[in-house]
């Protein structure tokens, strides 16, 4: 099913809508590789340690991927889920390994809201710990995540109620409960003086990321007064607890935002001087399918903004994107600095709901070719060396989930299929005639989809739901997730599904979400409100 349609459904609904041996020996060989990086690539590539893997969102994995022979175990995130018309319409918020191989799970337990964070073996999935927490979620149509951030020195940061953050330093503990503090962007002594206004009307809207020092960043959203003042914006609390902000009407130069993007977890740059996000000019539960925003970057140590720019619809000049609430887009840092962001298109529809994946120098000054598809999702980066077939000139190359949706009011095929785009050469796309990033490899998904097969989608198929998808540089392949339940390896070499698992018969339909790959090479993937571990 493709739900990206369920969310303008659900918004008209609600009078939103406008108009073995071989792994070990990679596994040393990539320990080996990362050694040998520059320092300022080395980052926090080991554990998964935030929403796409690392700051720059490049969901590579560090080590080889096990095979998907079976289920090793499995785990539910959401002890309550809401289902609509039979479909799942919630993003999960990513799990995080740390070093030491725990898993540490963002948990929903509520119908609405309420969330914990778990501890497991990453290994076995035997329990570790608890910790709860005060947070509420902003006004919503699709539910968004919920997701904590790992600094380099095993710092576990998850969001709390106020814009406040809680943080434990020993997310490896086995035996007990462990202690936990909190901070406040705006001060702890502010939040204790106020907590109740602080609590109603300051709320974390985006995953947490940190930086290779262990600063965090989140974007935060204000629906009323306060006594510091407060206005939607970018967060900042550094590694020694000091907190700072900046509105997101000062980080893009225009009154009307008023928030970073709901999802968008900001990302930085390679040398992590500079910190990215978008910012959009609707409130929570808003006008969602009409925002508007801007690309924004600032000075990651004092938040300064340093560049921006207009997200504007790349075949029609002068409109802008819809910068959609109900997606998890967040920026992509390539190894180059060039900075990658998804959204929809506007006049809506007329890309089949694909959006695009704009494409801009580190300076956000340069336009780029933007991928073909953009619509609620983060592109992963890959070497271009573990691509055979690839004769061009990039260093690297990007993934992206490339459905093209046969719903009615769209035209699509409904061929969905995920993508390797080459980010510095053209091609023509097929279906506005625009000038994009040109396709490396394509494939397409293998179930048929019985909803949109018929005369005029006679190879219609299921859909990918995926927001990010983990890269295995060793393996030369992809893991994704996939609407009929599957999960898939996709060989790069061959172009092909080498191994596949089912997680759920039949599939359903759902939010798309992450997939990784754990420091011993498992991998995790979440279908119907449930988190698997799969290896051999």
């Known amino acids: 099913m493709v739900l990206h349609i369920r969310k303008r459904v659900l918004a008209v609904v609600r009078g ?143 969001p709390g109620g106020g814009g406040t953050v809680f943080y434990c330093d020993t997310p490896d503990t086995t035996n007990a409960t462990p202690s936990v503090g909190r901070l406040a962007f705006y001060g702890m002594t502010n939040f204790l003086a106020a907590s109740n206004t602080y609590l109603n009307n300051v709320l974390i809207d985006t995953p947490i990321a940190s930086d290779r020092y262990g600063n965090i960043y989140f974007g935060f959203v204000v629906t009323g007064a306060n006594p510091a003042n407060l206005s939607g914006g970018l967060a900042r609390i550094g590694y020694d607890g000091t907190g700072s902000w900046i509105a997101a009407s000062n980080l893009a130069s225009d009154s009307s935002m008023l928030k970073v993007a709901m999802n968008c977890s900001p990302a930085l740059s390679q040398d992590h001087r500079t910190v990215y996000v978008a910012v959009n000019d609707v409130m929570p539960g808003g006008n969602t399918f009409s925002a508007h925003g801007y690309l924004v970057a600032a000075d990651a140590r004092t938040l300064v903004p340093t560049h921006h720019i207009a997200l504007q619809d790349p075949n029609y000049p002068g409109s802008p994107s819809d910068v959609n609430d109900d997606g998890t887009s967040s920026p992509t840092i390539g190894p180059d600095g060039d900075v990658f962001y998804g959204v929809l298109e506007n006049p809506i529809y007329y890309n089949n709901d694909r959006g695009w994946l704009l494409h801009f120098d580190a300076n956000l000054t340069t336009n780029k070719f933007p991928g073909a598809f953009g619509w609620d999702d983060t592109a992963s980066v890959l070497p271009a060396s573990i691509v055979p077939s690839y004769h061009g000139t990039s260093k690297y190359l990007l993934m992206t989930k490339y459905n093209n949706y046969a719903d009615p009011p769209l035209n699509g095929n409904g061929v969905n299929k995920i993508a390797i785009l080459d980010p510095s050469a053209s091609q023509i796309d097929p279906v506005t005639g625009g000038t994009v990033m040109k396709e490396v490899l394509t494939i397409a998904g293998p179930t048929p989809d019985p909803k949109y097969r018929n005369a005029q989608h006679p190879n219609a198929v299921r859909e990918w739901c995926i927001n990010t998808a983990a890269v295995d540089i060793f393996g030369k392949c992809v893991l994704a997730n996939c609407e009929d339940g599957n999960i898939y390896r996709w060989d790069l070499t061959s172009n092909t599904f080498t191994q596949t698992n089912t997680l759920l018969a039949g599939g359903i339909g759902e939010a798309y979400t992450p997939t990784l790959i754990g420091v011993g090479g498992i991998v995790y993937a979440i279908n119907n409100a449930t988190l698997f571990a799969l290896g051999k």
Do not use: M
Not at 28 to 41: E, K, S, W, Y
Not at 66 to 94: A, F, K, M, N
């Open 16 to 158: 939103k809508f406008h108009a073995s041996g071989i792994n070990s020996i990679l596994a040393i060989l990539g320990i080996l590789f990362l050694l040998n990086r520059p320092a300022a690539a080395q980052s926090i590539r080991l554990p998964w340690s935030g929403y796409c893997h690392d700051a720059q969102h490049s969901s590579q994995s560090a080590v080889a991927s096990q095979p998907l022979s079976r289920i090793l175990w499995e785990t539910p995130v959401d002890l309550d889920p809401q289902y609509w018309t039979g479909e799942l319409l919630i993003h999960y918020g990513c799990p995080l390994i740390t070093r030491s191989n725990t898993i540490i799970v963002p948990v929903k337990t509520g119908a609405y809201g309420d969330f914990q964070v778990e501890a497991h073996s990453a290994t076995t999935g035997a329990p570790r710990w608890i910790l709860t927490t005060d947070y509420i979620l902003p006004a919503h149509d699709w539910t968004p995540g919920f997701s904590p951030a790992l600094t380099p020195k095993n710092r576990l940061y998850f």
